[in-house]
């Protein structure tokens, strides 16, 4: 039996909840095309941003440690693998559209600059007077416009929910400004599912990535809640916990708060007697939640994270480093564009010199910017 996109479509509309986004009721895309013989609008969605220059980039980009620190720690592409997991789980347990959150999943850092939220704010600031920078946007500038794979249109051309998905996405970190996306209503199910388990995801594998660099230490776990929870759980004592017990730990924490994800949302729908995507959207608040034990529990850890892992004296120092790399190349490039590569330069004439090299810089691995900058500031390095 052959399961084309029509059948995949009755499927959809058979068997997700009814208040699940459904590829057969999308909005469509921008540019008019025909769609695949065998795939959904969202699984098409999913497969070119797979495909895309930006989403290969990611596996050099910073998340908590520089690439070159080691094989081991997350890169910002591991971060958004595990993310897409998170959502999946999340997605499936509610019968919700697992393709369009995986896409959403799949495309909420394409437009991280390298090293990672610090480099973020670095190209904000030299960008100060020129409309900024955001992660966000830039996704979105991604998306829409910098990847141009397609004759007729530039960008990807994906669906209205997927690119409302992009816009949207919110968490402590990213605010979103979803102007030309209706920002007076609330985004699909599958995209407030994305937004938590993007919090999900990195809680949970910074944490893990922080005791594996020896900038946690175990004794430090029983001073949040949460963690001595679980640990008292499994019968873990810091005095006696190693690799094994960390993995453990870690796999728990991420097994916790999806469960918990998923009741607590389920209970809001129930409550609410939510029974359509248009009873999503006009919601006055997100439906997709923590319950308020974890919700509280979860706010200890971030604030345990950012006080001993992203201000540890280590990270501090990577992340003076980035900033000297990158306000010097944005410098360099500034004054004498004629340092840019063809491409970049040819973008100049259409974006203006600040923006393109905005998104020239932007568009960087951790370590090609490392690269660039001995490329051109020091004087031993010969490789051009």
């Known amino acids: 039996m052959l399961f084309d996109r029509a059948k995949l479509e009755a499927i959809e509309t058979a068997h997700l909840a009814p208040y699940a986004a459904k590829a057969g009721e999308s909005r469509g895309r921008a540019h008019p095309e025909s769609e695949s013989l065998y795939r959904t609008a969202f699984q098409k969605d999913r497969d070119r941003v797979n495909h895309t220059t930006a989403f ?7 998340q908590v440690f520089v690439n070159y620190e080691g094989d ?20 499936k347990a509610l019968g919700l559209n697992q393709e369009l959150a995986e896409t959403i999943a799949f495309s909420h850092d394409l437009g991280h600059p390298p090293f990672g939220h610090s480099g973020e704010r670095v190209l904000d600031g030299l960008m100060a007077g020129y409309s900024g920078f955001d992660h966000n946007k830039q996704s979105m500038r991604i998306v829409t416009y910098l990847e141009d794979r397609y004759p007729g249109f530039r960008g990807l051309n994906l669906t209205w929910e997927t ?21 007076q209503w609330q985004p699909s199910l599958e995209a407030q599912i994305v937004n938590l388990a993007d919090e999900i995801a990195y809680n949970a594998h910074d944490l893990d990535d922080g005791l594996r660099a020896g900038l946690l230490s175990p004794g430090q776990l029983p001073e949040v809640v949460l963690l001595q929870t679980l640990m008292d759980e499994l019968g873990f004592h810091p005095d006696r916990f190693a690799e094994r017990e960390r993995r453990v730990l870690v796999r728990e924490l991420l ?10 949302t389920n209970q809001q729908l129930e409550q609410n007697a939510v029974g359509s995507l248009q009873s999503v959207r006009h919601h006055p608040a997100p439906l997709a939640t923590y319950s308020p034990q974890m919700t509280e529990w979860l706010g200890e850890l971030r604030e345990f994270l950012y006080a001993c892992l992203y201000r540890h004296h280590y990270v ?14 944005f410098e360099a490039y500034t004054a004498d564009p ?14 203006g010199l600040h923006r393109a090299v905005c998104d020239y810089i932007a568009g960087m691995t951790d370590r090609y910017a490392l690269d660039e900058y001995a490329r051109l500031f020091e004087p031993d390095y010969r490789r051009v």
Request: hydrophobic share 35%; proline share 5%; aromatic share 6%.
């Open 338 to 351: 004629l340092m840019l590569p063809p491409q970049a330069r040819g973008a100049t004439q259409t974006e």
């Open 72 to 91: 081991y720690y997350r890169t910002r592409l591991t971060h958004t693998l595990e993310v897409a997991q998170v959502a999946r789980s999340i997605a």
């Open 163 to 183: 690119r409302e998905g992009i816009v949207k996405h919110e968490t402590r970190y990213d605010l979103p400004d979803a102007q030309g996306y209706e920002p």
């Open 316 to 329: 501090v120092r990577q992340v003076g480093k980035s900033k000297f790399v990158l306000e010097r190349l």
């Open 56 to 62: 290969r980039r990611l596996q050099y980009k910073t």
């Open 255 to 264: 097994g916790l708060l999806i469960n918990d994800t998923i009741a607590a």
